[in-house]
């Protein structure tokens, strides 16, 4: 096969279609504004992408609107405008201002500004613009505009990609995010504790900016909750646990798969010795020290992984940070089965005998035990 044939690219033959242009262009992101204006007395206002800066000297913008639009005929006869940025919790404002409706600014706080043009409130930023120049573009009338006033205001812009809404986050802000989400799951143990995006923010040396949003977006994880003016974390949901000991499995099948039947003797007496270890910390079907047993249990599962030798695999897996997330949902009141000693045994066995069956079939099982007990009478 030609790296032609097996190209996802598409190209078109000809001039392209209405629908292709649009199609096409709708790849080209771009953030959201509403440009409004007021003539005698009435206000006017529709959602526009087709903005970009002119030139600076003289500060000067450019907007593409229709020549059907109403708020387009109103800037043809007064000759002034404003350009509101969006920001990106405003797409039901944008919706608004892309429909016919005769009261778009009914429900809509605003300001006024210059020739008492509307300047929408929670816009991310405002240009207030005089009209130099206009010049028809097929459907559309260009306005050439000099930019009077801007004001602006900290937050992140609404975007508009292939027809739909959706947040602009950059490189550092997904980075802020990974570093807040592993903070949150790792280092956080007590839920009552608040989480002050300030602390945060200095002990992981990133913006208190990105630190907030981060938390914000957590909350819509589910990792974290609102409290008053402050975050604090969210119980883990059971999904989140099940999903992390679903790639704690695949990790463990994946270096049992490789090692079972070739490991040395003192391999084998170390995995017996860290086995015994995690026989010791419960009493009466209780854990009698949780963080103990987190630990022993950590070490011999780290073990097992460890013995496949890639320190890739054993980094990825300990990334997985399962200790963390055990402290928060393994407490003194939880279940301690029997079952689990039983499971480890097998598993040493397995390995002791070469049986890679019983320790797949063992490890399955095994990973499936903190939804068994859930479910059951088990974890709190
Ligand atoms: C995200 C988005 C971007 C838009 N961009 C433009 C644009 O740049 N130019 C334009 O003429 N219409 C654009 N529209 C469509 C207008 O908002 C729509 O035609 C509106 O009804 C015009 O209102 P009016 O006739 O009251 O001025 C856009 C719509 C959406 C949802």
Redesign the pocket.
Known sequence: MTAVETSTEEKSTGEPSKGEFRDVMGRFA?G??V?TTNFEGED????????SSLSDEPPSLL????V???????IVKNGTFAVNVLAEDSAPI??R????APD?FATIAFERGHADVPLIAGSIAHFECVVDETVRGGT?LVFLARVVRVSSKPGNPLA?FRGS?GRMETAPDAAALHAVRDYVVAAVTDETVPLDAESIAAELEIEVGRTFQALVALTNEGLVRRAGGTFEVEPVPDEVIYDYYAAKLAIEVGAAAQTVGSVEPEQLAELRRLLDETLGFSVDEQFSDPKGWIRANADFHEYLVGLAGSVILTETYKGLQLPSLERRSIKPSTKATTVLHDDHKAIVEGYENGDVELVLRTLAAHNRRPQEMREGDGMV
């Open positions: 771009s959201v504004t440009i006017l206002g529709a959602a526009a992408s087709a903005v907007i593409c609107l229709n059907t639009s109403t708020t387009a005929q109103a944008a919706q201002f892309a429909s016919k778009k559309h508009y809404f």
